[in-house]
Protein backbone atom coordinates (compact mmCIF):
# COMPACT_ATOMS: atom_id res chain seq x y z
CA UNK A 1 0.00 0.00 0.00
CA UNK A 2 2.85 2.61 1.34
CA UNK A 3 4.59 1.67 -1.94
CA UNK A 4 1.93 1.89 -3.62
CA UNK A 5 1.49 5.50 -2.62
CA UNK A 6 5.02 6.55 -3.32
CA UNK A 7 4.49 5.71 -6.49
CA UNK A 8 1.44 7.68 -6.86
CA UNK A 9 2.88 10.83 -5.63
CA UNK A 10 6.01 10.47 -7.82
CA UNK A 11 4.01 10.41 -10.62
CA UNK A 12 1.84 13.34 -9.83
CA UNK A 13 5.22 14.88 -9.07
CA UNK A 14 6.43 14.09 -12.35
CA UNK A 15 3.43 15.13 -14.09
CA UNK A 16 3.30 18.95 -12.55
CA UNK A 17 7.54 18.87 -12.87
CA UNK A 18 6.97 18.32 -16.89
CA UNK A 19 3.33 20.42 -16.94
CA UNK A 20 5.57 23.64 -15.36
CA UNK A 21 8.48 22.96 -17.73
CA UNK A 22 5.98 23.45 -21.27
CA UNK A 23 3.65 25.73 -19.58
CA UNK A 24 5.07 28.42 -18.07
CA UNK A 25 6.52 30.23 -21.03
CA UNK A 26 3.05 30.66 -21.62
CA UNK A 27 2.35 31.60 -17.76
CA UNK A 28 4.60 34.03 -18.11
CA UNK A 29 3.07 35.40 -21.27
CA UNK A 30 0.06 36.25 -19.41
CA UNK A 31 1.11 37.61 -16.50
CA UNK A 32 3.42 40.10 -17.88
CA UNK A 33 0.33 40.93 -20.66
CA UNK A 34 -1.46 42.26 -17.83
CA UNK A 35 0.95 44.19 -15.83
CA UNK A 36 1.94 47.90 -15.92
CA UNK A 37 4.98 49.10 -16.87
CA UNK A 38 6.08 50.79 -13.40
CA UNK A 39 5.02 47.20 -12.18
CA UNK A 40 6.90 45.29 -14.80
CA UNK A 41 9.84 47.67 -15.12
CA UNK A 42 11.03 47.20 -11.08
CA UNK A 43 13.70 44.95 -10.48
CA UNK A 44 12.94 44.96 -6.58
CA UNK A 45 9.44 43.80 -7.56
CA UNK A 46 7.81 40.03 -7.13
CA UNK A 47 7.71 39.46 -10.99
CA UNK A 48 5.33 36.17 -9.96
CA UNK A 49 2.71 38.87 -8.81
CA UNK A 50 0.87 41.98 -9.47
CA UNK A 51 2.28 44.87 -7.15
CA UNK A 52 0.07 46.94 -8.92
CA UNK A 53 -3.63 45.99 -10.26
CA UNK A 54 -3.41 44.40 -13.25
CA UNK A 55 -4.32 46.54 -16.78
CA UNK A 56 -6.00 46.09 -20.05
CA UNK A 57 -4.29 48.90 -21.72
CA UNK A 58 -1.42 46.58 -22.91
CA UNK A 59 -4.38 44.79 -25.16
CA UNK A 60 -5.52 48.07 -26.01
CA UNK A 61 -2.65 49.07 -27.58
CA UNK A 62 -1.88 45.98 -29.01
CA UNK A 63 -5.25 45.84 -31.30
CA UNK A 64 -5.78 49.83 -32.03
CA UNK A 65 -1.60 51.15 -32.27
CA UNK A 66 -0.17 48.52 -33.79
CA UNK A 67 -0.85 46.52 -36.92
CA UNK A 68 -1.46 43.04 -35.06
CA UNK A 69 -4.86 42.88 -36.52
CA UNK A 70 -3.89 43.52 -39.51
CA UNK A 71 -1.19 40.64 -39.10
CA UNK A 72 -4.02 38.28 -38.10
CA UNK A 73 -5.62 39.57 -41.28
CA UNK A 74 -2.92 38.32 -43.25
CA UNK A 75 -2.64 34.93 -41.57
CA UNK A 76 -5.94 33.90 -42.11
CA UNK A 77 -5.70 35.06 -45.83
CA UNK A 78 -2.66 32.90 -46.34
CA UNK A 79 -3.65 30.08 -44.65
CA UNK A 80 -7.28 29.58 -46.17
CA UNK A 81 -5.99 30.15 -49.63
CA UNK A 82 -3.12 27.55 -49.41
CA UNK A 83 -5.80 25.25 -47.41
CA UNK A 84 -7.94 25.33 -50.62
CA UNK A 85 -4.87 25.28 -52.95
CA UNK A 86 -3.76 21.96 -50.70
CA UNK A 87 -7.12 20.25 -50.83
CA UNK A 88 -7.25 20.77 -54.66
CA UNK A 89 -4.07 19.22 -55.45
CA UNK A 90 -3.20 16.85 -52.46
CA UNK A 91 -6.81 15.13 -52.55
CA UNK A 92 -6.44 13.68 -55.76
CA UNK A 93 -2.88 13.46 -55.89
CA UNK A 94 -3.43 11.08 -52.45
CA UNK A 95 -5.78 8.86 -53.57
CA UNK A 96 -4.05 8.26 -56.68
CA UNK A 97 -1.04 7.41 -54.98
CA UNK A 98 -2.81 5.00 -52.56
CA UNK A 99 -5.34 3.00 -55.43
CA UNK A 100 -4.32 3.91 -58.94
CA UNK A 101 -0.55 4.06 -59.11
CA UNK A 102 -0.24 0.42 -57.86
CA UNK A 103 3.04 -1.01 -56.27
CA UNK A 104 4.97 1.96 -56.76
CA UNK A 105 2.50 4.51 -55.08
CA UNK A 106 3.75 3.34 -51.53
CA UNK A 107 7.14 4.23 -52.30
CA UNK A 108 5.73 7.57 -54.26
CA UNK A 109 4.32 9.09 -51.12
CA UNK A 110 6.92 7.93 -48.98
CA UNK A 111 8.98 9.95 -51.70
CA UNK A 112 6.61 12.92 -51.49
CA UNK A 113 7.18 13.01 -47.15
CA UNK A 114 10.68 12.83 -47.89
CA UNK A 115 10.48 16.54 -49.96
CA UNK A 116 7.88 17.41 -47.27
CA UNK A 117 11.84 17.14 -45.01
CA UNK A 118 13.32 19.37 -47.57
CA UNK A 119 13.70 22.23 -45.31
CA UNK A 120 13.00 25.39 -46.35
CA UNK A 121 16.35 27.15 -45.28
CA UNK A 122 17.65 25.38 -48.74
CA UNK A 123 15.50 26.88 -50.80
CA UNK A 124 14.75 30.44 -49.93
CA UNK A 125 17.33 32.11 -51.92
CA UNK A 126 16.29 30.41 -55.31
CA UNK A 127 12.66 30.96 -54.38
CA UNK A 128 13.15 34.32 -53.50
CA UNK A 129 14.56 35.25 -57.13
CA UNK A 130 11.32 33.28 -58.11
CA UNK A 131 8.86 35.26 -56.35
CA UNK A 132 11.01 38.82 -57.94
CA UNK A 133 10.69 37.28 -61.04
CA UNK A 134 6.87 36.36 -60.93
CA UNK A 135 6.61 40.13 -59.35
CA UNK A 136 5.10 38.62 -56.57
CA UNK A 137 7.68 39.99 -53.30
CA UNK A 138 5.98 42.44 -50.98
CA UNK A 139 2.61 40.31 -51.50
CA UNK A 140 0.76 37.58 -49.55
CA UNK A 141 0.80 35.83 -53.03
CA UNK A 142 4.13 35.38 -52.88
CA UNK A 143 3.56 33.13 -49.79
CA UNK A 144 0.17 31.50 -51.43
CA UNK A 145 2.47 30.25 -54.22
CA UNK A 146 5.12 28.93 -51.93
CA UNK A 147 3.48 27.48 -49.01
CA UNK A 148 1.69 24.63 -51.19
CA UNK A 149 5.35 23.37 -51.56
CA UNK A 150 5.35 22.86 -47.61
CA UNK A 151 1.57 21.60 -47.12
CA UNK A 152 1.39 19.65 -50.46
CA UNK A 153 3.65 16.75 -49.94
CA UNK A 154 2.80 16.33 -46.40
CA UNK A 155 -0.79 16.79 -47.33
CA UNK A 156 -0.62 14.04 -50.21
CA UNK A 157 1.30 11.32 -48.00
CA UNK A 158 -0.80 11.59 -45.20
CA UNK A 159 -3.96 11.63 -47.14
CA UNK A 160 -2.07 8.83 -48.87
CA UNK A 161 -1.96 6.45 -45.56
CA UNK A 162 -5.69 7.66 -45.03
CA UNK A 163 -7.45 6.48 -47.88
CA UNK A 164 -5.32 3.62 -47.89
CA UNK A 165 -6.88 2.50 -44.73
CA UNK A 166 -10.64 2.41 -46.41
CA UNK A 167 -11.46 -0.99 -47.11
CA UNK A 168 -11.11 -1.42 -51.03
CA UNK A 169 -14.59 -3.26 -50.93
CA UNK A 170 -16.70 -0.30 -50.50
CA UNK A 171 -15.46 1.27 -53.94
CA UNK A 172 -15.35 -1.80 -55.81
CA UNK A 173 -18.90 -2.39 -54.54
CA UNK A 174 -20.31 0.84 -55.88
CA UNK A 175 -18.58 0.42 -59.41
CA UNK A 176 -20.26 -2.98 -59.47
CA UNK A 177 -23.26 -1.12 -59.17
CA UNK A 178 -22.00 1.20 -62.11
CA UNK A 179 -20.23 4.03 -60.87
CA UNK A 180 -16.90 4.83 -62.92
CA UNK A 181 -13.80 5.13 -60.31
CA UNK A 182 -14.01 8.85 -60.54
CA UNK A 183 -17.40 8.63 -59.04
CA UNK A 184 -16.71 6.02 -56.61
CA UNK A 185 -13.78 8.10 -55.46
CA UNK A 186 -16.09 11.35 -54.99
CA UNK A 187 -19.02 9.48 -53.47
CA UNK A 188 -18.22 6.91 -51.27
CA UNK A 189 -14.39 7.55 -50.63
CA UNK A 190 -14.38 11.55 -49.95
CA UNK A 191 -17.58 10.89 -47.20
CA UNK A 192 -15.55 8.15 -45.42
CA UNK A 193 -12.82 10.71 -45.67
CA UNK A 194 -14.28 13.76 -43.82
CA UNK A 195 -12.36 13.27 -40.43
CA UNK A 196 -9.23 12.88 -42.71
CA UNK A 197 -9.40 15.92 -44.70
CA UNK A 198 -10.23 17.93 -41.54
CA UNK A 199 -7.23 17.11 -39.94
CA UNK A 200 -5.37 17.96 -43.30
CA UNK A 201 -6.71 21.13 -42.89
CA UNK A 202 -5.72 21.72 -39.27
CA UNK A 203 -2.06 20.87 -40.09
CA UNK A 204 -1.65 22.58 -43.32
CA UNK A 205 -3.36 25.68 -41.63
CA UNK A 206 -1.26 25.18 -38.70
CA UNK A 207 1.79 24.82 -41.15
CA UNK A 208 1.16 28.18 -42.43
CA UNK A 209 0.95 30.19 -39.43
CA UNK A 210 4.31 28.43 -38.28
CA UNK A 211 6.26 29.40 -41.11
CA UNK A 212 8.78 31.76 -40.83
CA UNK A 213 11.98 31.94 -43.22
CA UNK A 214 9.97 32.86 -46.27
CA UNK A 215 7.30 34.98 -44.55
CA UNK A 216 10.59 36.86 -43.69
CA UNK A 217 12.13 36.68 -46.76
CA UNK A 218 9.62 37.56 -49.56
CA UNK A 219 7.67 40.38 -47.55
CA UNK A 220 9.51 43.07 -46.54
CA UNK A 221 6.18 45.62 -46.18
CA UNK A 222 4.38 45.83 -42.34
CA UNK A 223 1.34 46.09 -44.00
CA UNK A 224 1.70 42.26 -45.65
CA UNK A 225 3.62 40.60 -42.59
CA UNK A 226 1.63 37.77 -41.53
CA UNK A 227 1.76 36.67 -37.56
CA UNK A 228 4.55 34.53 -37.21
CA UNK A 229 7.23 37.43 -38.39
CA UNK A 230 4.97 40.26 -37.85
CA UNK A 231 4.72 39.81 -34.12
CA UNK A 232 8.70 39.34 -33.61
CA UNK A 233 10.12 41.69 -36.04
CA UNK A 234 7.56 44.28 -36.38
CA UNK A 235 5.98 44.63 -32.83
CA UNK A 236 9.96 45.37 -31.91
CA UNK A 237 10.93 49.02 -32.61
CA UNK A 238 14.30 49.49 -32.64
CA UNK A 239 15.63 48.82 -28.32
CA UNK A 240 12.23 49.63 -26.83
CA UNK A 241 10.52 46.27 -26.44
CA UNK A 242 6.81 46.47 -26.00
CA UNK A 243 6.51 43.47 -23.81
CA UNK A 244 3.60 43.33 -22.50
CA UNK A 245 1.87 44.08 -25.88
CA UNK A 246 4.35 41.18 -27.62
CA UNK A 247 3.78 38.67 -25.00
CA UNK A 248 -0.22 39.73 -25.48
CA UNK A 249 0.06 39.09 -29.02
CA UNK A 250 1.89 35.68 -28.56
CA UNK A 251 -0.67 34.02 -26.31
CA UNK A 252 -3.30 35.10 -27.87
CA UNK A 253 -2.32 32.73 -30.91
CA UNK A 254 -0.50 30.03 -28.94
CA UNK A 255 -3.43 28.83 -26.99
CA UNK A 256 -6.32 28.34 -29.31
CA UNK A 257 -3.83 26.89 -31.97
CA UNK A 258 -2.64 24.82 -29.46
CA UNK A 259 -5.97 23.20 -28.11
CA UNK A 260 -7.25 22.63 -31.56
CA UNK A 261 -4.17 20.98 -32.32
CA UNK A 262 -3.97 19.12 -29.10
CA UNK A 263 -7.33 17.86 -30.61
CA UNK A 264 -6.10 16.51 -33.85
CA UNK A 265 -2.71 15.04 -32.40
CA UNK A 266 -3.51 11.72 -32.67
CA UNK A 267 -4.29 11.26 -36.60
CA UNK A 268 -0.64 13.55 -37.02
CA UNK A 269 1.29 11.17 -34.78
CA UNK A 270 -0.57 7.76 -36.83
CA UNK A 271 0.74 9.28 -40.09
CA UNK A 272 4.11 10.69 -38.84
CA UNK A 273 5.20 6.88 -37.87
CA UNK A 274 4.03 5.90 -41.38
CA UNK A 275 1.03 4.02 -40.03
CA UNK A 276 3.57 1.52 -37.93
CA UNK A 277 1.39 2.46 -35.12
CA UNK A 278 -2.75 3.06 -35.19
CA UNK A 279 -2.91 6.23 -33.10
CA UNK B 1 -22.69 -16.65 -63.38
CA UNK B 2 -23.24 -13.60 -65.96
CA UNK B 3 -20.62 -11.66 -64.21
CA UNK B 4 -17.93 -13.86 -64.50
CA UNK B 5 -18.29 -13.59 -68.20
CA UNK B 6 -18.40 -9.85 -68.67
CA UNK B 7 -15.44 -9.54 -65.91
CA UNK B 8 -12.33 -10.00 -68.46
CA UNK B 9 -12.42 -7.77 -71.11
CA UNK B 10 -14.24 -4.89 -68.33
CA UNK B 11 -11.65 -5.68 -65.79
CA UNK B 12 -8.61 -4.64 -68.72
CA UNK B 13 -10.33 -1.54 -69.93
CA UNK B 14 -11.22 -0.15 -66.44
CA UNK B 15 -7.66 -1.16 -65.17
CA UNK B 16 -6.32 1.31 -68.34
CA UNK B 17 -8.94 3.79 -67.78
CA UNK B 18 -7.41 3.46 -63.97
CA UNK B 19 -3.63 4.23 -64.82
CA UNK B 20 -4.79 7.41 -67.25
CA UNK B 21 -7.00 8.83 -64.14
CA UNK B 22 -4.28 8.23 -61.44
CA UNK B 23 -2.15 10.07 -63.92
CA UNK B 24 -3.95 13.06 -64.11
CA UNK B 25 -4.88 12.77 -60.38
CA UNK B 26 -1.17 13.23 -59.92
CA UNK B 27 -0.16 15.28 -62.28
CA UNK B 28 -0.63 18.66 -60.76
CA UNK B 29 0.65 17.74 -57.39
CA UNK B 30 3.69 16.62 -58.97
CA UNK B 31 4.65 19.61 -61.39
CA UNK B 32 3.74 22.21 -59.04
CA UNK B 33 6.52 20.05 -56.91
CA UNK B 34 8.92 20.23 -59.83
CA UNK B 35 8.46 23.84 -60.56
CA UNK B 36 8.36 25.12 -56.54
CA UNK B 37 10.73 22.33 -55.41
CA UNK B 38 12.64 20.85 -58.21
CA UNK B 39 13.68 23.97 -59.78
CA UNK B 40 14.77 26.19 -56.82
CA UNK B 41 16.98 23.23 -55.88
CA UNK B 42 18.53 23.06 -59.15
CA UNK B 43 18.85 27.07 -59.37
CA UNK B 44 20.37 26.89 -56.08
CA UNK B 45 23.60 24.72 -57.06
CA UNK B 46 23.89 26.80 -60.18
CA UNK B 47 23.94 29.79 -57.53
CA UNK B 48 26.07 28.25 -55.22
CA UNK B 49 28.87 27.90 -58.38
CA UNK B 50 28.70 31.35 -59.90
CA UNK B 51 29.06 34.73 -58.41
CA UNK B 52 25.71 35.94 -58.61
CA UNK B 53 24.63 39.15 -56.21
CA UNK B 54 21.36 40.94 -55.94
CA UNK B 55 23.76 43.76 -57.37
CA UNK B 56 24.49 41.37 -60.41
CA UNK B 57 22.04 38.93 -60.70
CA UNK B 58 24.15 37.59 -63.69
CA UNK B 59 25.22 33.71 -63.84
CA UNK B 60 29.47 33.87 -64.39
CA UNK B 61 30.89 30.39 -63.24
CA UNK B 62 33.20 30.21 -60.75
CA UNK B 63 33.54 26.64 -59.94
CA UNK B 64 33.71 25.79 -55.93
CA UNK B 65 35.07 29.50 -55.32
CA UNK B 66 32.23 30.22 -52.62
CA UNK B 67 32.63 27.50 -50.98
CA UNK B 68 36.26 27.50 -50.26
CA UNK B 69 35.50 31.02 -49.48
CA UNK B 70 33.01 30.16 -47.32
CA UNK B 71 34.68 27.45 -45.26
CA UNK B 72 37.96 29.73 -44.58
CA UNK B 73 35.27 32.48 -42.55
CA UNK B 74 35.49 31.93 -38.44
CA UNK B 75 31.87 33.00 -38.50
CA UNK B 76 30.96 29.82 -41.04
CA UNK B 77 33.26 27.36 -38.93
CA UNK B 78 31.72 28.26 -35.64
CA UNK B 79 28.36 27.59 -37.75
CA UNK B 80 29.16 24.62 -38.37
CA UNK B 81 30.26 23.44 -34.83
CA UNK B 82 27.45 25.44 -32.91
CA UNK B 83 24.93 23.20 -35.20
CA UNK B 84 26.18 20.00 -34.88
CA UNK B 85 26.40 20.76 -30.88
CA UNK B 86 23.25 22.25 -30.69
CA UNK B 87 22.12 19.41 -32.46
CA UNK B 88 23.33 16.44 -30.94
CA UNK B 89 23.11 17.82 -26.79
CA UNK B 90 19.36 18.69 -27.77
CA UNK B 91 18.31 16.01 -29.23
CA UNK B 92 20.26 13.92 -26.17
CA UNK B 93 18.05 15.57 -23.58
CA UNK B 94 14.84 15.22 -26.20
CA UNK B 95 15.12 11.56 -26.04
CA UNK B 96 15.77 10.97 -22.40
CA UNK B 97 12.98 13.45 -21.62
CA UNK B 98 10.20 12.33 -24.39
CA UNK B 99 10.78 8.57 -22.68
CA UNK B 100 10.09 9.46 -19.34
CA UNK B 101 7.00 11.82 -20.56
CA UNK B 102 5.92 8.80 -22.74
CA UNK B 103 5.96 6.67 -19.90
CA UNK B 104 3.55 9.30 -17.90
CA UNK B 105 1.07 9.19 -20.16
CA UNK B 106 0.75 5.48 -20.57
CA UNK B 107 -0.46 5.85 -17.24
CA UNK B 108 -3.82 6.97 -15.74
CA UNK B 109 -3.74 10.02 -13.67
CA UNK B 110 -6.11 12.90 -12.94
CA UNK B 111 -5.89 15.76 -15.08
CA UNK B 112 -4.94 14.04 -17.97
CA UNK B 113 -6.57 16.01 -20.61
CA UNK B 114 -5.29 19.10 -19.20
CA UNK B 115 -1.97 18.07 -19.09
CA UNK B 116 -2.34 16.85 -22.45
CA UNK B 117 -2.81 20.09 -23.91
CA UNK B 118 -0.28 21.92 -21.92
CA UNK B 119 2.65 19.86 -22.96
CA UNK B 120 1.32 19.92 -26.64
CA UNK B 121 1.50 24.31 -26.14
CA UNK B 122 4.97 24.58 -27.12
CA UNK B 123 5.17 22.67 -30.72
CA UNK B 124 1.91 23.81 -31.17
CA UNK B 125 2.46 27.40 -31.02
CA UNK B 126 4.14 29.11 -34.10
CA UNK B 127 7.74 28.80 -33.02
CA UNK B 128 8.50 32.26 -33.31
CA UNK B 129 6.30 33.16 -30.57
CA UNK B 130 7.23 30.94 -28.41
CA UNK B 131 10.83 31.52 -28.71
CA UNK B 132 9.78 35.56 -28.29
CA UNK B 133 8.40 34.03 -24.81
CA UNK B 134 11.39 32.79 -23.70
CA UNK B 135 13.39 36.15 -25.15
CA UNK B 136 11.84 37.70 -22.33
CA UNK B 137 11.95 34.55 -19.73
CA UNK B 138 15.82 34.69 -19.98
CA UNK B 139 16.07 39.09 -19.97
CA UNK B 140 18.95 40.45 -18.87
CA UNK B 141 17.54 42.59 -16.24
CA UNK B 142 14.23 41.66 -15.76
CA UNK B 143 14.09 37.45 -15.93
CA UNK B 144 12.22 35.96 -13.48
CA UNK B 145 14.87 33.00 -13.18
CA UNK B 146 17.44 35.30 -11.46
CA UNK B 147 14.91 36.78 -9.33
CA UNK B 148 14.33 32.87 -7.90
CA UNK B 149 17.85 31.99 -7.93
CA UNK B 150 18.49 35.52 -6.05
CA UNK B 151 15.75 34.74 -3.46
CA UNK B 152 17.04 30.90 -2.85
CA UNK B 153 20.38 32.07 -2.52
CA UNK B 154 21.80 31.07 -5.45
CA UNK B 155 23.11 34.11 -6.92
CA UNK B 156 24.07 37.08 -5.54
CA UNK B 157 26.52 38.88 -3.52
CA UNK B 158 28.95 35.82 -1.91
CA UNK B 159 26.49 33.24 -3.78
CA UNK B 160 27.41 30.53 -6.05
CA UNK B 161 26.74 31.38 -9.38
CA UNK B 162 28.32 34.62 -8.60
CA UNK B 163 27.79 38.59 -7.14
CA UNK B 164 25.99 40.06 -9.93
CA UNK B 165 22.24 39.97 -9.85
CA UNK B 166 21.53 39.23 -13.35
CA UNK B 167 23.13 36.06 -15.09
CA UNK B 168 22.94 37.44 -18.92
CA UNK B 169 21.29 34.49 -20.01
CA UNK B 170 22.06 35.46 -23.80
CA UNK B 171 25.22 37.89 -23.47
CA UNK B 172 27.59 34.93 -22.25
CA UNK B 173 28.65 32.39 -24.61
CA UNK B 174 27.68 29.06 -23.33
CA UNK B 175 24.58 30.85 -21.64
CA UNK B 176 23.54 31.81 -25.02
CA UNK B 177 24.59 28.23 -26.44
CA UNK B 178 22.66 26.62 -23.61
CA UNK B 179 19.88 28.83 -23.85
CA UNK B 180 19.20 27.90 -27.68
CA UNK B 181 19.23 24.18 -26.68
CA UNK B 182 16.42 24.47 -24.05
CA UNK B 183 14.20 26.40 -26.30
CA UNK B 184 15.12 23.34 -28.71
CA UNK B 185 14.21 20.60 -26.40
CA UNK B 186 11.04 22.67 -24.63
CA UNK B 187 9.66 22.49 -28.08
CA UNK B 188 10.56 19.41 -29.51
CA UNK B 189 9.63 17.03 -26.55
CA UNK B 190 6.38 17.28 -27.07
CA UNK B 191 6.47 16.25 -30.51
CA UNK B 192 8.87 13.01 -29.47
CA UNK B 193 6.99 11.86 -26.77
CA UNK B 194 3.85 11.40 -28.54
CA UNK B 195 5.16 9.30 -31.16
CA UNK B 196 7.19 7.35 -28.33
CA UNK B 197 3.75 7.05 -26.70
CA UNK B 198 2.13 6.16 -29.89
CA UNK B 199 4.70 3.74 -30.33
CA UNK B 200 4.18 1.98 -26.34
CA UNK B 201 0.73 1.67 -26.53
CA UNK B 202 0.61 -0.28 -29.60
CA UNK B 203 2.97 -2.97 -28.15
CA UNK B 204 1.42 -6.27 -26.72
CA UNK B 205 -0.01 -5.87 -23.48
CA UNK B 206 0.17 -9.97 -22.97
CA UNK B 207 4.70 -9.29 -23.48
CA UNK B 208 4.02 -6.70 -20.75
CA UNK B 209 2.01 -8.78 -18.27
CA UNK B 210 4.01 -12.30 -19.18
CA UNK B 211 7.55 -9.88 -17.48
CA UNK B 212 5.98 -9.16 -14.38
CA UNK B 213 4.55 -12.49 -13.83
CA UNK B 214 8.26 -13.17 -14.29
CA UNK B 215 9.34 -10.59 -11.55
CA UNK B 216 10.51 -7.82 -14.03
CA UNK B 217 10.48 -4.41 -12.37
CA UNK B 218 9.09 -1.55 -14.33
CA UNK B 219 12.34 0.00 -14.75
CA UNK B 220 13.19 -3.20 -15.98
CA UNK B 221 10.20 -3.90 -18.28
CA UNK B 222 10.73 -0.40 -19.90
CA UNK B 223 14.55 -0.66 -20.93
CA UNK B 224 14.81 -4.24 -21.90
CA UNK B 225 11.24 -4.87 -23.21
CA UNK B 226 9.70 -1.93 -24.68
CA UNK B 227 12.81 0.04 -25.44
CA UNK B 228 13.97 -2.51 -27.99
CA UNK B 229 10.06 -3.40 -29.69
CA UNK B 230 9.80 0.83 -30.30
CA UNK B 231 13.45 1.21 -31.20
CA UNK B 232 12.05 1.89 -35.02
CA UNK B 233 9.49 4.45 -33.61
CA UNK B 234 12.08 5.96 -31.93
CA UNK B 235 14.57 6.36 -34.61
CA UNK B 236 12.09 7.95 -36.25
CA UNK B 237 11.00 10.42 -33.58
CA UNK B 238 14.97 11.14 -33.51
CA UNK B 239 15.48 11.74 -37.16
CA UNK B 240 12.45 14.24 -37.04
CA UNK B 241 13.93 15.93 -34.39
CA UNK B 242 17.46 15.98 -36.14
CA UNK B 243 16.46 17.36 -39.02
CA UNK B 244 13.90 20.35 -37.32
CA UNK B 245 16.58 20.98 -34.84
CA UNK B 246 19.64 20.96 -37.72
CA UNK B 247 17.91 23.14 -40.11
CA UNK B 248 16.39 25.76 -37.71
CA UNK B 249 16.39 28.85 -38.24
CA UNK B 250 13.84 30.53 -36.10
CA UNK B 251 14.98 29.91 -32.54
CA UNK B 252 18.54 31.96 -32.87
CA UNK B 253 16.81 34.23 -35.14
CA UNK B 254 14.64 35.50 -32.78
CA UNK B 255 16.76 34.63 -29.58
CA UNK B 256 20.41 35.67 -30.68
CA UNK B 257 20.71 36.39 -34.17
CA UNK B 258 23.85 34.51 -33.58
CA UNK B 259 25.22 36.62 -31.15
CA UNK B 260 27.06 36.97 -29.03
CA UNK B 261 29.74 38.27 -31.46
CA UNK B 262 28.68 35.07 -33.12
CA UNK B 263 29.31 32.48 -30.65
CA UNK B 264 25.18 31.02 -31.49
CA UNK B 265 25.71 31.61 -35.26
CA UNK B 266 23.83 28.23 -36.66
CA UNK B 267 24.76 27.23 -40.81
CA UNK B 268 20.70 28.15 -41.24
CA UNK B 269 21.14 31.83 -39.95
CA UNK B 270 25.09 32.29 -41.77
CA UNK B 271 23.22 31.45 -44.71
CA UNK B 272 20.21 34.00 -44.55
CA UNK B 273 22.66 36.69 -43.21
CA UNK B 274 24.80 36.60 -46.37
CA UNK B 275 22.35 35.27 -48.74
CA UNK B 276 19.84 38.17 -48.18
CA UNK B 277 20.94 40.71 -45.55
CA UNK B 278 24.35 40.99 -47.41
CA UNK B 279 22.82 40.28 -50.56
CA UNK B 280 25.22 37.72 -51.70
CA UNK B 281 22.92 34.96 -53.08
CA UNK B 282 25.83 33.04 -54.08
CA UNK B 283 27.56 32.46 -50.55
CA UNK B 284 24.56 32.07 -49.07
CA UNK B 285 23.54 29.24 -51.56
CA UNK B 286 26.74 28.26 -51.19
CA UNK B 287 26.34 27.69 -46.96
CA UNK B 288 23.24 26.12 -46.94
CA UNK B 289 24.08 23.48 -49.66
CA UNK B 290 26.36 22.06 -46.55
CA UNK B 291 23.24 20.96 -45.26
CA UNK B 292 22.48 18.66 -48.04
CA UNK B 293 24.69 16.03 -47.96
CA UNK B 294 23.59 15.59 -43.59
CA UNK B 295 19.94 15.50 -44.98
CA UNK B 296 20.19 13.02 -47.58
CA UNK B 297 21.66 10.49 -45.08
CA UNK B 298 18.53 11.10 -42.85
CA UNK B 299 16.42 10.68 -45.57
CA UNK B 300 18.06 7.30 -46.18
CA UNK B 301 18.03 6.48 -42.85
CA UNK B 302 14.73 7.43 -42.42
CA UNK B 303 13.69 4.89 -45.46
CA UNK B 304 15.58 1.96 -44.29
CA UNK B 305 13.77 2.33 -40.51
CA UNK B 306 10.30 2.54 -42.02
CA UNK B 307 11.37 -0.72 -44.49
CA UNK B 308 12.63 -2.36 -41.85
CA UNK B 309 9.16 -1.61 -39.50
CA UNK B 310 7.03 -3.06 -42.45
CA UNK B 311 8.93 -6.14 -42.72
CA UNK B 312 8.12 -6.61 -39.00
Known sequence: MARARIRRAGLYTAVVAFCFFFAAPFLWMIITAFKTDRDLYRAQNNPFFFNEPPTLDNLDFLFFNTNYLGFIRNSLFVGAVVVIITLLLAVPAGYSLARLAGRWGERASIGMFLIYLVPPILLFIPLFRIVVALHLNNS????????????????????????GSIPRDLEEAA????????SAFVRVVLPLSVSGIIAVIVFT??????????ALTFVTASAQRTISVGVPVELIRGDVFFWQSLMAAAVIVAIPVGIVYSLFLSRLVAGLTMGAVKG | MSVETVKPPRFSILSDNERVLGALMLAPAVIFILALVGLPLV??????????????????????????????????????????????????????????????FTQDFHGKWLARILVILPWATPIALGTLGWLWLLDSKFSPIDYVLVQIGLLGPDTLLGPGLHLNYLGREFLAMGSVILVHVWRLTPLSAVILLAGLTSIDQ????????????GLRTHLQIKLPLI???MAIASLFGFILIFTDLVVVFVLTRGGP?????????WSYNKGLEGGALAEGAAIALFFAPVLLVAAVLILRTVRRIEVN
Open chain 2, 231 to 233: TPI
Open chain 2, 206 to 217: ELIDQAQVDGAS
Open chain 1, 175 to 182: MVDGYSRF
Open chain 1, 205 to 214: FTLTLHEFIY
Open chain 2, 43 to 104: ISIAFSLSDVTVGDTSLDFVGLENFRRVIRTPQFQRAVVDTVVFTIVALLIILVLANILAVI
Open chain 1, 140 to 163: LWSLVVTYPTITIPFSTWLLAGFF
Open chain 2, 261 to 269: IYYTQVLSM
